[in-house]
């Protein structure tokens, strides 16, 4: 009910392709957290004192970094909302990604000085009480953790957010994290058992695996990851709509942040129709595609021979020829220049990453193999790893 009216409080909240939408969610995001986890930094720290506790005295440090983190979100959606301009012609939405690494290696290290100071509570001779009030303190800071990364999290899968997801993600490892330290202050209380700075460790090293895989997943944005597997299949299916486009290769998707995804590939078509036509019709698909997903897309022309009954056998054996090889591998841009002495089969062969053959090897074994068709065909063939 609450995140319900909160998200509701976005005006054209649906329209989240839209910097000034995406900003204001951004911004929803950061002051509610960063309220909630002042809030809660400040009684844990008095539960801390209260006790006596290194874990639950720990527990609200990162509280506090989380704060700190959520003032970074803040200041990322403030500046990736900003338009391109002449030294980013692409905009600045991909400042996410750096202000989502700069909160991973603060979680990072809030976990590193938990796990020294749980290590030194080890070796100490102080000890640990926990009254009611503790103990629904901790209570009460789980439930509203648990909120916050439900909150971050709808807000995260709305506009696809980096920044965000890592937000949610450190919420739900910072309610695991105090539940521990619940636990170990109920067995504290009704058995004795004193495991105070085990706990703590055991938090540290929660809070640094939830470190580590938000850097992981930044990491993989800010180099360039593979396109999400939803955006190419309807990329795919829009480009099906048109009857002039015979098949599509090469396709290529950059992302410079959510919202912003700039895709090319090379579209076959019948060789012999008119250019113009044909031109006219690509137009139309370019802007389908940015109409119905938001991608800016350059579309090639490849045309190819469809009436050859020759050059379309050559083109099933070669195509049979390298599928022989691998199954995965397919080819496109299939050409036969005829000769005297010789004649050449140019194509390009796709070879998926996680086929371990090398191109020169290869290019040897496809033109072997062609040569046992033909001792006069020579073949000219281009490795299209994807």
Known sequence: MITKFLLGRIKDGEN???????????????????????????????????????????????????????????????????????????????????????????????????????????????????????????????????????????????????????????????????????????????????????MGIAVAILIFVAGIRILNETKNSILGAAPDKETVEKIVEITKEFPDVLGIHDLIVHSYGAGNLIASFHAEVDGKKDVYIIHDSIDNLEKMLYNELGVRTTVHMDPIVTDDERVNELCSRARETVKSIDARLDIHDFRFVEGVTHSNLIFDVTVPFECRISDRDLMLVIDKKIKEIDESFVTVVTVDRQ
């Open 16 to 198: 989240v392709k839209d910097a000034k939408v995406r900003r204001a969610y951004g911004t929803l995001s950061s002051v509610i957290g960063i309220s909630v986890n002042i809030f809660l930094s400040a009684i844990k720290f008095f539960a801390g004192i209260l006790s006596g506790s290194i874990a639950i005295t720990a527990d609200a440090a990162n509280n506090l970094s989380d704060a700190g983190s959520q003032v970074v979100s803040l200041i990322s959606f403030r500046m990736s909302a900003k338009p391109a301009d002449r030294d980013h012609p692409f905009g600045h939405a991909r400042i996410e990604y750096v202000a989502a690494m700069i909160v991973s290696f603060i979680i990072l290290l809030v976990g590193a000085e938990l796990f020294g100071g749980s290590v030194d509570k080890i070796f100490s001779e102080s000890k640990e009480f926990y009254s009611n009030l503790v103990l629904a303190i901790l209570a009460l800071s789980v439930v509203f953790k648990l909120w916050l990364a439900y909150f971050n999290h709808r807000i995260a899968k709305k506009i696809d957010s980096t920044v965000i997801k890592a937000t949610s993600t450190d919420s739900l490892s910072d309610a695991g994290a105090t539940f521990a330290v619940l636990v170990s202050a109920i067995l504290g209380r009704v058995w004795g058992i004193k495991i105070d700075a085990y």
